[in-house]
Each structure stands twice: as structure tokens, then as C-alpha cells.
């Protein structure tokens, strides 16, 4: 299954799935819950901005940094 048409974004998002986090389709991005549930990131499915997958990797850190892991 192909989650982004990023490859860094949608590696990203196979790797995290692979640890137990959930993904959702929504309307026009997905949804990636951790497992402790709580927050979620927004994952884009065709990202038009180069600093696309930088935000996603920001956001992946401030998730982890919130829930105590790092």
C-alpha cells in the first residue's frame, strides 16, 4: 500500500506502522495514530511543498518528544 506519493514520507509512514501505529484514510490526507492512541499526525498524500517532508519528520519528533520517547 502506497500512504504518500513522497517516498521519504511514505517510507516514514510504513516504518512507523510496522512499530504499531494505526493509519486512516481520510478525505484528502491520511491519519497516523500512535500506539498509546492520543494525538495524530497528518499525513499528506501528494505533497506539492519541498519542505513537505521536513515538516512531516518535525512533526514525527514533536509527537515523540510530547509521549516521553526520543
Not at 3 to 20: H, W
Not at 25 to 38: D, F, I, V
Amino acid at each position: 500500500m502506497r500512504y504518500s506519493k513522497c517516498k521519504e514520507i511514505d517510507a516514514a509512514v510504513k516504518n512507523r506502522i510496522r512499530q504499531g501505529w494505526t493509519f486512516a484514510w481520510g478525505e484528502k490526507h491520511g491519519c497516523l495514530r500512535p500506539p498509546e492512541g492520543g494525538a495524530r499526525i497528518t499525513v499528506p498524500k501528494s505533497p506539492s511543498d519541498w519542505r513537505a517532508n521536513l515538516n512531516f519528520q518535525r512533526d514525527l519528533r514533536h509527537l515523540a518528544n510530547r509521549m516521553g520517547k526520543q
